[in-house]
């Protein structure tokens, strides 16, 4: 009986395990081993906000939710119809929140905002 075996390289950078493998013929072939992400990647725990007038201000996700509730509250004509089936500010915001990254403030005027993954 043929005898297998596996020979494992370092990690490569994309997160995969690269090595060979010894076929039963005695040929050897490459191998390459893909992980799962590391879920902290898609942690999104603050926000980059860019504002029309005002410096870039970085924000968690709870002061996100209350800027965004503070400015559809002050804005109420602004509300893009697809926002405005929700009955409430908080329901309205957190739609936005989880679907889009701008918000129509009218001409010359905007606020946008990015997940940000900040280095400690």
């Not at 020979?7 to 013929?25: D, N, V, Y």
């Not at 924000?59 to 209350?66: D, E, G």
């Amino acid at each position: 009986m043929a005898r297998r075996s596996l020979r494992l390289g370092q990690r490569a950078a994309s997160k995969a395990i690269c090595g060979s493998m010894e076929g039963t013929l005695g040929l050897t072939y490459p191998i390459a081993i893909a992980l799962m992400p590391d879920p902290i990647l898609y942690q999104e725990d603050y926000y980059v906000v860019l504002e029309s007038d005002r410096p870039e201000e970085f924000l968690t996700a709870a002061a996100m939710l209350a800027k965004l509730e503070a400015v559809l509250a002050a804005n109420p004509d602004r509300i893009p119809a697809d926002v405005q089936r929700f009955p409430t500010i908080a329901q309205q915001a957190q739609y936005l929140f989880n679907t889009a990254c701008e918000f129509d403030l009218g001409p010359g005027k905007y606020l946008q905002w990015y997940a940000v993954r900040l280095e400690k």
